[in-house]
């Protein structure tokens, strides 16, 4: 397949001929200067030599000393961790998708690694461990950037020169350089991302609809949307700019008089099938593949439910027999139904004086435990909607903590932590107490009579005559609690709320066997339908839709505190152009290790900061300059800078949504909207350099490219690693390098 080819377009007023009546696809760049046909064999050989030689200078600058440093830096405390998880097969939990650390794992696979590393915390030796393979891995996908960064420009604008600028500019970037070096999802997504503009900017050169270039370049473009969004969900950013870019190309279609209705449903349903069919498969096996190869218990389990838990190679729960609905007077664990929440839990000590009511304490305790049991009993009769033993929405009962015998109660005294709630305490003994330990049971989204069932049925119990809500607030209470959490009577349901992000208002039962036989009334037990957890466990569907409920549940709550705080490590996006942060790789500055830093190539990140700083004028000058355009005129510089405007799409669909997120953001967040625009300015340099003489034009790209190279190199030990004092120290041996004062190295 030739990733450079082109073959010259129709003019838009032609028909079509007898010989070949295919309605022609709608193309954007129909450029038809004889010396710029990017079917000319000299171009083209032009074109693949720079490619190979940028190509090879960037696998140079990516793997040279890529063994350092020799520790664990920056995320790859996360994505390294990972990737023991999966070869040890043990299951674990993360907010994204599984494709990218499938893909980090399978390097290490293939490269030896056994899985053996911990990855605990940055900083960590690798010692003898043979992890570099993710390490090369991930560089390499990283290097892969650049041919498709550089055939994408020269599909956009037909120009060797421009695509040389461009290509140059993410090549010497020196934050990109760092981002590709690291055991991280960052080259894997931008491999894709770019691998799906450049099957975009393909397939919209295809001259013979429904060819086999045609099939392959489409095909192309959703395989790498389904990889990107299988990796990370900020995927969906090149799924609107390719859709944007689909959406234009079905329009100008729509609007022409030579394409019949059938030849439009025949587009449509091929751009259907390989840019929505394809990615959605490509997302659903990459969890089946995930599911199948975490077959034991690890690190995370416990945010599991027993009919997940089941699943796996020896679980506690295999063999294990439960009442199918939660019974009166039969032992049960009551836990929170949000990931990470813990059980409802009692032990035989009282709130310290001035910590509200002195009475039991009250916690929510995330291991097994037997202090989590408690004994649902009924409270007076005649109230109860249930005419046998089994629990149902609307009920009036107690919560018997099973080995101390305290009713679960509240009253209007003000929580320990989140005082805006009411405390929660254990009162009473063995069936006796006062009408504060009264709750009622409801159902999320049930009526009356409807039946709660074991590990499924999500439960609030709701206070009789303080309408509050029995909740977790998400607060860790003082140390006189253990490191446990608190347990409020919430005055409105816990949810997803601003002002307790951690907390939640909904339970489920959670049925035991831990129990000592004496202390359940087995007498007052008669009839209990029972089950084997077998029987509950999930299928695959179900599986994904519960990792879904708990993987947006938790990336929604990232970089907040339990008081509703966002972290204030949060990097705000409006810095990110500015190149004023410099992240560290390496953790803990000392002397005697290598220390790594991200910051972009001052001098090429400053060249793209004044183009996203002219745009105001630069666009109004390109709709004025076309619209004044003449039939006659050369169309050369048109499609050139149409082709930049997808580029600067693209640009702004991958950077202006993050200033709608509210969570922890990073400089790094910033990169794929970064080679974006080093892509426009590459063009936007190429376009307007055209029209001054040639002596200016050779020395203003000449500097260009001069100065992007003479910068990284400048800066490349925050590349490869500084040793001893940092920059911003007087006696620093890199005092050169401390440009700015934000910047802390």
Known sequence: MDILGFEVVKKSN?????ENDVVSEPVVHQNTSHKMRRDCAEEKRKGMYYMCILTAITLALRLHTIGVPEFVCWDETHFGKFASWYINRTFFFDVHPPLGKLAVAGMG???????SHGFDNPGSEYGDHNVYGMRVGCALMGVGVIPMGYATVYEKTGSNMAALISTTLIVFDTGLAVLSRFILLDPVMMFFIFGATLGDAKFRNQRNPFGRDWWFWLAFTGIMLGCAISTKYVGLFIFTYVGISTIQQMWIMLGRSDCSLVEFTKHFTARFI???GIPAIIYILSFIIHFAVLTKPGNGTPYLRPDFQVLFEGSEYSGVTVPKYLNYYYPVSIRGNQPGDGFLHSHPINYPKGAGARQQMVTSYYHTDPNNVFVVKPWGSGLNYSTNQIVRHGDLLRLEHLYTGRNIHSHNIPAIMHKSHYQVTGYGWRGEGDANDIWRIETKDGKPGDIVETFKTEITFRHYFLNCYLST?????????????????????????AKTPLGSSFWLIHNTTAVEEDLVQVNQISDVQTTSVENLSLSFWSKLVRSHQMMFNINGKLGYNYEGVLSDQRNDPYKWPLNIVAQTYSGKHERDKPMVWMLGNPFIWAVNLVVILILPLIIPYMLIERRFQTPGDDKTEEYEMEGGGWLLLGWALHYLPF???QRVLY??????????VSLFTGILIERYTRSIPQLARNIVIGATISLSVLTFGLFSPLVYGMLGDLAKYDNSTYHYLHWSSYWDF
């Open 473 to 497: 607030s998400g607060y860790p209470l003082p140390h006189w609690a253990y490191g446990q959490k608190e347990v409020v009577c919430a005055k409105w349901k816990l949810i997803k709320d």
């Open 667 to 676: 400089q790094h967040h910033y990169y794929p909207a970064s080679v974006f």
């Open 109 to 115: 696979y293939i490269s030896g690694y056994n899985g």
């Open 14 to 18: 032609e028909s079509p001929t007898e």
């Open 659 to 661: 200033f709608l997120m």
């Open 274 to 276: 390989c840019l929505l």
